[in-house]
């Protein structure tokens, strides 16, 4: 079985100091930086948002950030503005050894539907070629680690899931929003009880 590491979204904005930080979103980065050797294949995934992306409070009056509306009918969580394209908040984390990945997917470019989900947005109307990408190389196993455990990491793992790849979530190199108490665990039982598997990166070092 040929395997990949997928990086969600170890972005500047969402480490602590950042626009839209996850507590302890740093912590990650030298685990992501020590599991990358062990597989075969390193993607990374890249929120890549155009400035007035219609997810972000700032474009609808009277709204502040984490409130919720609807957009194109779709339920939307209006976010402070991140990782806009170009832009230092955009870029991976400084630590992260990017020389490590192989290669990486952008979302959320457009600027009418959200993206969580490294493989398609949040309709899935359109697709990032993700899943087109790892059949190529005849990738069958996914390791899902990155931020944010309740959100963008949760999407991306249920879709691997739901496209054929036998899909693991790396717990310890995972960290959640948690806008409510309990989303980051409730999130990370939902992968579990969709048939995600759930591992820890030390277990992962030691048989590699």
Same mark, same amino acid.
């Given at each position: ?6 990086l ?14 996850v507590?302890?979103?740093?912590a990650i ?7 990358m ?6 993607i ?6 155009p400035?007035?992306h219609?997810? /972000? ?5 009277? /709204? ?16 402070p ?8 908040g955009?870029? /991976? ?16 470019s457009?600027?009418?539907?959200d ?10 109307r ?11 190389r005849?990738i069958?196993?996914?390791?899902v ?10 999407f ?9 790849f ?11 929003v ?6 980051t ?5 939902a ?7 759930l ?10």
């Amino acid at each position: 079985m040929k395997s990949a590491l997928l990086l969600v979204d170890i972005q500047n904005d969402f480490l602590p100091g950042g626009a839209l930080a996850v507590a302890e979103g740093d912590a990650i980065v030298p685990i992501a930086n020590r599991l990358m050797p062990v597989f075969d294949h390193v993607i990374a995934s890249q929120d890549w948002h155009p400035p007035h992306h219609l997810s /972000f409070a700032a474009e609808h009056d009277g /709204f502040e950030p984490f409130q919720l509306t609807e957009l194109d009918g779709l339920q939307q969580i209006l976010w402070p503005v991140h990782c806009v394209q170009g832009t230092p908040g955009a870029g /991976f984390a400084s630590a992260l050894d990017v020389a490590g990945i192989d290669h990486v997917v952008r979302k959320g470019s457009n600027p009418r539907i959200d993206s969580y989900s490294a493989f398609y947005d949040n309709d899935h109307r359109q697709a990032t070629g993700l899943t087109e990408h790892l059949r190529e190389r005849g990738i069958d196993a996914l390791f899902v680690a990155g931020l944010a455990a309740d959100v963008c990491v949760k999407f991306t793992a249920l879709d691997a899931l739901a496209d054929g790849f036998d899909t693991t979530l790396i717990v310890d190199a995972t960290r959640g929003v948690d806008m409510q108490e309990g989303d980051t665990d409730a999130a990370i039982q939902a992968m579990r009880q969709a048939g995600v598997r759930l591992a820890d990166s030390h277990d992962l070092l030691a048989a590699g």
